[in-house]
């Protein structure tokens, strides 16, 4: 018995109506990348980014520009990413993902199936489409990689981690360290 033919491409579209299965499916270049349910250990470090990001923004009155994943974003028919974390602008804010184009903060926190994509794959196309910062979040080794649209390599950071959300606005400082003490063995 011949094996059925695999398809290599995928849109938007044909992802968004695949059926609930507790998998997480992301498109780049058209490609399918299919992810288990993260770990516990990874859920944690984005619960606690969440928390000092929701209390950063929200003493700007930008709580409500902050979204943790599932979140379909999408800059074409072949591109579909759900970052563990991401800001984008008030105006951008409404009850449809396809809004969600400018992204000024992107954080993906690394699993163990993750690690190639997020550091080069979606590194790469959050650049291209002029994600303002990302963040690379390796738990295990405890730092952040910090990327800009035009950076060659990252900022590696071990210490003290800084964001501001406008140019104008006061920095967030997030003591890692802390952040990684006591996560789940």
């Known amino acids: 018995m011949a094996m059925p033919e695999l398809k290599q491409r995928y849109t938007v579209a044909e992802v968004l109506a695949f059926p609930e299965d507790g998998n997480r499916y992301e498109l780049i270049g058209g490609e399918l990348h299919v992810s288990p349910a993260p770990m516990p250990r990874h859920q944690a470090v984005i619960g606690r980014l969440y928390g000092l990001l929701w209390t950063y923004l929200g003493g700007l009155n930008l709580a409500h520009t902050l979204f943790g994943s599932p979140a379909d974003i999408s800059w074409d028919d072949e591109t579909l ?51 303002r ?23 590696i950071v071990t210490e003290s981690l800084t964001w501001r959300v406008t140019p104008g606005a006061p920095e967030l400082e997030i003591d890692l360290p802390a952040l990684f003490h006591g996560l789940p063995g």
Do not use: G, M
């Not at 910062?133 to 900022?155: I, K, M």
């Open 81 to 131: 990413v759900q970052p563990d974390l991401l800001v984008v602008p008030p105006e951008e804010v409404t009850n449809s993902w396809t809004t969600y184009r400018t992204l000024l903060l992107a954080v993906e926190v690394l699993s163990p199936w993750s690690r190639r994509r997020d550091r080069i794959e979606k590194r790469r196309l959050y650049q291209e489409r002029d994600v």
């Open 133 to 155: 910062t990302y963040w690379v979040v390796d738990h295990e080794s405890a730092l952040v990689e910090v990327w800009q649209p035009s950076d060659v390599r990252p900022l």
